[in-house]
């Protein structure tokens, strides 16, 4: 069974940073998988916000985080990390992380269905 478990998050003032795991388990980053973060804040839609897909070990961001947001994986410990540096009041939300068990191409991580979800952490930026 595969299951998502986030930790971390929090709140921090505007400019700060925080970080957020996610710790996989019944698959294995070794094998073909798609892995990413999602947020969504109040009476907005869900956005996705990273992506790492083992068909071309690519990670990609969403332009409201490139170059602030960070994403790494640490293959011994089948752990996802988000590091979030120059935070904004607009990062406020409930972050998600998702995976597939097969290899999607992040274009398509950030749309449609996803396999599995985490159960969603908050993180609150405050001016």
């Known amino acids: 069974e595969v299951q998502l478990v986030e930790s971390g998050g929090g709140s921090a003032q505007a400019g700060g940073s925080l970080r957020l795991d996610c710790a996989a388990s019944g698959f294995t980053f070794d094998e073909d998988f798609a892995i990413g973060w999602f947020r969504q804040a109040p009476g907005k839609e869900r956005e996705g916000i990273v992506c790492f897909s083992s068909r071309d070990y690519a990670t990609a961001y969403a332009d409201s985080v490139k170059g602030r947001f960070t994403f790494s994986t640490d293959n011994a410990k089948n752990t996802a990390t988000l590091q979030m540096n120059s935070l904004k009041p607009e990062d406020t939300a409930v972050y998600y992380c998702?995976?597939?068990?097969?290899?999607?191409?992040?274009?398509?991580?950030?749309?449609?269905?996803?396999?599995?979800w985490g159960q969603g952490t908050q993180v609150t930026v405050s001016s």
């Open positions: 998702a995976a597939d068990v097969v290899a999607t191409m992040c274009p398509f991580f950030f749309t449609g269905v996803r396999d599995y």
